[in-house]
């Protein structure tokens, strides 16, 4: 399996602002996914990270709010915009070898919106 | 769309008890079935996978998982529970294959506190 990365492991952020998490991988992948856990529930996939184009974004999880880069095969970013309480998560980056294969999660990203 | 349910949300056992979690999933198309572990303070872990072949898998630590197609469950089962098995549980169930590679669903958690 690969070794992932998240940075910032936790943050606490102002009502209105934005944070932007890191995730890194040890070695190329080809595929990247950003999750969300809210406090109390399971995942839910918030999109894939696709190199060098758009994301694919799930139903009812839109551009403007979570924009996500992905310059290479091996890092992406993912932003959280115009922050408000109820963003208030752990951000997970998954990984997987194949576009058909295993996902592998990083620690989270635990973010506090005051 | 997909939906995958874990029938516990908090199970409590003590050591050397048998152990058996539900997870049913809703579509009955070809899919993918996973457990993930996440110790207490640690992430998310793969505890053992189901992609074709024999139904019943085993994974780490001793813990195994049955398929059933004909029911849509991915039971995980331990003979014998140890303190250190204290943990969430969570199932998840790849949905239709895309373009875009597997999107995991997953189930709701199931909270496991061994006594020892």
């Known amino acids: 399996s690969a070794v992932i990365s998240q940075k910032p492991s936790r943050d606490i952020c102002q009502r209105g602002t934005s944070l932007t998490i890191q995730c890194q991988v040890d070695?190329?992948?080809?595929?990247m996914f950003w999750y969300r856990q809210q406090p109390g529930q399971s995942l839910t996939l918030i999109a894939t990270?696709?190199?060098?184009?758009?994301?694919?974004?799930e139903s009812g999880f839109v551009i403007d709010k979570f924009p996500i880069s992905r310059p290479n095969l091996t890092f992406s970013t993912l932003t959280v915009s115009n922050l408000s309480p109820e963003d208030s998560s752990i951000y997970l980056c998954?990984?997987?070898?194949?576009?058909?294969?295993?996902?592998?999660f990083g620690p989270g990203t635990r973010l506090t919106v005051l | 769309a997909q939906s995958v349910s874990q029938h516990n949300h908090h199970v409590i056992l003590s050591e050397a008890a048998s152990l058996e979690l539900g997870c049913n999933y809703s579509?009955?198309?070809?899919?993918?079935l996973f457990w993930y572990v996440q110790y207490p303070g640690q992430h998310l872990q793969l505890l053992l996978k189901?992609?074709?072949?024999?139904?019943l898998v085993k994974g780490i630590k001793g813990f195994e998982a049955e398929f059933i197609k004909s029911k849509f469950s991915f039971n995980l089962r331990k003979p014998s529970v140890q303190w250190s098995d204290t943990a969430e549980y969570f199932c998840?169930?790849?949905?239709?294959?895309?373009?875009?590679?597997?999107?995991?669903?997953f189930g709701a958690g199931t909270i496991l506190r061994v006594k020892s």
């Open positions: 998954s990984v997987s070898r194949e576009i058909t294969d295993t996902q592998y």
């Open positions: 070695s190329q992948v080809t595929m």
């Open positions: 990270a696709n190199q060098g184009s758009e994301a694919t974004y």
């Open positions: 579509y009955g198309g070809t899919v993918n």
């Open positions: 189901y992609f074709s072949g024999d139904p």
């Open positions: 998840a169930v790849n949905d239709l294959p895309r373009e875009y590679g597997n999107k995991l669903v």
